[in-house]
């Protein structure tokens, strides 16, 4: 009987240390699933970020390296730059890239640098306990905004690939969900793409995954699918915001 379906070579045979229903899992699986597909597992290195992924290297099966608090995207560009036959990415929360990393990854992408970013945006810090975190959303109530985010206060939540489109330096820039079983189909696709575009030489790229995170937002796993498919989705639209020219 042929297989159709079976865990990743990428990925290592070991439970993961995330709450029920938070969706790193998947996007874990993902990329995983992308690098065996494009059969670059022996040439692929990872930066690990600080925050609830911080234990990456405990669950992909090749070489990762752990970076400081939103340092990953200098680290992945040193070794990009030394190993240029290498693919790099880094995979970071929104603690992690869009508050203290932020000069690292906006810079990374201004110079160009031909890496790849996969960004896992659950609008809030996870590790840390709830607080509130760039891309929290108006109204939305955290550990730091008890009376929900007021923008006389806390100001607006980043979003980071409108941000970074108009860089001369960026290449492919998109935003995915892992909220349902479409979605997750267009996401794996996405990941993908972003490392082609890093193994044509194209050029900085970035996916943003919308993610969830039921223990912190205080929902059922359910309730977090949904919240963020009513919540998250209309103000963080999905889609490619950025490919370089010939790209499909």
């Known amino acids: 009987m042929k297989k159709v379906f079976a865990r990743p070579k990428t990925l290592k045979d070991v439970a993961y240390h995330y709450c029920p229903g938070c969706t790193h899992g998947i996007a874990h699986r993902l990329i995983a699933e992308a690098i065996d597909e494009l059969d670059i597992q022996g040439a692929t290195i990872g930066m690990t970020s600080v925050g609830c ?11 990762m390296v752990q970076a400081a608090h939103g340092r990953a995207p200098a ?6 730059r030394v ?4 693919v790099v990415f880094t995979y970071q929360g929104d603690g992690d890239l869009a508050a ?24 809030v810090y996870g590790m840390t306990g709830g607080q509130m975190a760039p891309t929290t959303l108006m109204g939305q109530v955290t550990k730091t905004t ?4 007021q923008k006389e206060i806390n100001g607006f939540p980043v979003k ?25 189909i267009q996401a794996k696709k996405v990941i993908k793409k972003s490392f082609e575009v890093q193994m044509a030489g194209l050029g900085f790229s970035l996916v943003e995954v919308l993610s969830t995170c039921p223990t912190n937002w205080g929902l059922s796993p359910l309730e977090a699918v949904k919240w963020l498919e009513n919540n998250m989705i209309p103000y963080y639209p999905l889609g490619e915001f950025k490919k370089p020219e010939g790209v499909a």
């Open 53 to 63: 992924s911080v234990f990456t290297m405990d669950y992909f099966d090749m070489d």
């Open 100 to 123: 203290i990393g932020t000069g690292e990854f906006v810079h990374a992408a201004a110079r160009g640098e031909n890496i790849t970013v996969i960004f896992i945006n659950n609008a």
């Open 75 to 80: 680290v992945a560009t040193g070794i990009k």
């Open 83 to 86: 190993l240029p036959d290498r």
């Open 146 to 149: 008890p009376f929900g985010r």
């Open 160 to 184: 980071v690939c409108e941000m970074l489109a108009p860089l001369e330096g960026s290449a492919y820039l998109a935003r995915v969900a892992v909220h349902s079983p479409k979605s997750i």
